[in-house]
């Protein structure tokens, strides 16, 4: 699946597990209209995690100089392109990864302003850069990222720091979307990296049953609905889940802002 692609199905994952919207689940609660706005941009960002195993990728230029030295230590640990981050053992590691910066906090000793969560607010910084990036809402690679996310940072930091909690989550949650979006492509991914379980040679020598496609020859595992990556039905497919996202973005920012969106519901619902 292309960059951008994993970012809205990641921003849409989001809005559905955590918005107390109609059009949504709801499952992962206590998640604030801000947390849900804010943290479909971390999500987005989380989606593009398991590509950080590729140098010339989406990521690695997105907040130079310090997303290059991200991504050339994943793609060194991960053994490369498609390998390690696309596995149950890297959402995992990255989990571990947010869930222990989760932790680090300082003490500033200003009034009002106390302990700051610096940990989860450089992965905000960082996953959303990552976003922006993939998005295209940010071309420029050298001032703007930098401003926009370590603003948006900031803001959460300042005004809803209690919002962290989510975080681990939110990587979590982002990095299974995205194998799950190269899991439905041609390639398909390495889930339990590093075993490889190659398909046996009868089921590729043509007299078995066609099974190649889903047991790929090196091992990958792949259900492969939507053809290549950056297929036509990819496209057709999101279409509908990044309208999904903004819907539930817009939402959240409504109710944020003292909206009673219920009303509007009924009348679309009614009109549908
Ligand atoms: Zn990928």
Redesign the pocket.
């Known amino acids: 699946?292309m960059g951008g692609h994993?970012a809205a199905t990641g921003a849409a994952a989001w809005v559905a597990v955590t918005s107390t919207a109609p059009f949504a689940f709801g499952w992962y609660e206590g998640v604030s209209h801000t947390g849900v706005v804010a943290g479909a941009l971390v999500c987005a960002g989380a989606a593009l995690l398991?590509?950080a195993?590729?140098h010339s990728g989406t990521i690695a230029n997105s907040l130079s100089p310090v997303s290059d030295a991200v991504v050339k230590v994943v793609e060194k640990l991960s053994g490369g392109?498609?390998k390690g981050?696309?596995s149950i053992l890297g959402v995992l590691a990255f989990t571990a990864i947010a869930w222990f910066l989760s932790l680090l906090s300082v003490d500033t000793g200003i009034d009002g302003v106390g302990t700051v969560l610096i940990g989860p607010g450089i992965m905000c910084v960082l996953l959303v850069a990552f976003a922006l990036k993939a998005l295209k809402i940010t071309r420029d690679t050298k001032v703007l990222p930098w401003t926009t996310s370590v603003t948006l940072a900031a803001l959460i930091a300042v005004f809803a720091p209690e919002e962290w909690f989510w975080m681990p989550f939110c990587v979590a949650l982002g990095c299974v979307v995205?194998?799950l979006?190269?899991l439905i492509t041609t390639n398909g991914?390495p889930i339990f990296w590093p075993l490889k379980f190659k398909s046996p040679r009868w089921m590729r020598d043509g007299r078995g049953i066609e099974l190649d496609s889903f047991w790929r020859r090196g091992g990958n595992i792949a259900l492969p609905i939507l053809g290549n990556?950056g297929s036509v039905r990819e496209w057709i497919l999101l279409v509908p889940i990044s309208l999904y996202a903004v819907v539930g973005i817009v939402w959240a920012l409504l109710n944020q802002m003292g909206y009673d969106t219920m009303p509007l519901w009924e009348q679309v619902t009614a009109w549908v």
């Open positions: 699946m994993h398991p590509d195993d590729h392109h498609r981050t696309h995205h194998i979006g190269d991914v990556a």
